[in-house]
């Protein structure tokens, strides 16, 4: 994650490559679930083959629970339910793997993987067409975990959430403030351009959303590959 958060996208692809390669070559262990399934994140955006992309992460799935490893599994589990799936099924069908990671990663102290996987609960149910009144519920049981536990994840939520926030009259992002500190920050501001095109478009705010689709098109689906949010940037632009 520390590469995706980094905007170092090409890194981790190459990172994944290695790892999924060697166990390929040498055999597996207890973190080469780990490998394939980060494999099965970046391997569709990168060769277009997003069923073999798809087998990888069920094959990593698998192993993570052979070998009875909470920590790795937590992770697996993230990485499918964010990233893997989101290409070969609906986003409801996503939930129970990202549910899974929270438990887990709570479990074993894989406090990281549980937070990302909170953060796309909460997300991913507007995005799947969950009643805003449940969202907004969903938001309000995880968002204390992510303050206290990972403030970085809480706040990639609170940027992915501007949209149903908005639309649900919830406290909005000091934008100045935001800017102010994470400006420099590609993949912070990425997701951010990502959130402020849907609340102009979810607003019916053409002329808002006119201005801000072209810095979205230009950020989003890049630094944010591997997530429905690159289609969807395109979509909404």
């Known amino acids: 994650p520390s590469c995706y958060v980094a905007g170092l996208q090409s890194r981790l692809a190459l990172v994944s490559l290695k790892i999924a390669n060697f166990s390929l070559q040498y055999g597996n262990c207890e973190i080469t679930s780990g490998g394939y399934v980060n494999y099965s994140f970046v391997g569709g955006v990168i060769t277009g083959d997003y069923e073999q992309a798809y087998r990888f992460g069920k094959v990593g799935m698998a192993l993570a629970r052979r070998y009875e490893n909470r920590s790795v599994e937590s992770w697996c589990s993230f990485l499918c339910g964010c990233g893997t799936l989101i290409w070969r099924a609906p986003l409801a069908e996503c939930r129970p793997y990202l549910e899974q990671a929270v438990r887990l990663g709570v479990e074993s102290g894989n406090i990281a993987s549980a937070s990302y996987a909170a953060s796309y609960i909460v997300t991913d149910a507007f995005f799947s067409g969950v009643g805003l009144d449940r969202v907004r519920a969903l938001y309000e049981e995880y968002a204390p975990f992510l303050q206290r536990s990972n403030p970085a994840i809480h706040l990639f939520c609170e940027l992915r959430t501007q949209s149903f926030r908005a639309l649900a009259g919830v406290h909005a992002l000091d934008d100045d403030a935001f800017v102010r500190t994470y400006g420099s920050s590609s993949f912070f501001m990425a997701v951010y351009k990502f959130g402020k095109l849907l ?31 690159a289609p969807d940037t395109w979509f909404y632009a």
């Open 199 to 229: 609340v102009a478009y979810l607003s019916d705010d053409v002329a808002r959303a006119t201005l801000v689709a072209d810095e979205a098109l230009a950020d989003a689906p890049r630094l944010l590959a591997g997530t429905f949010k």
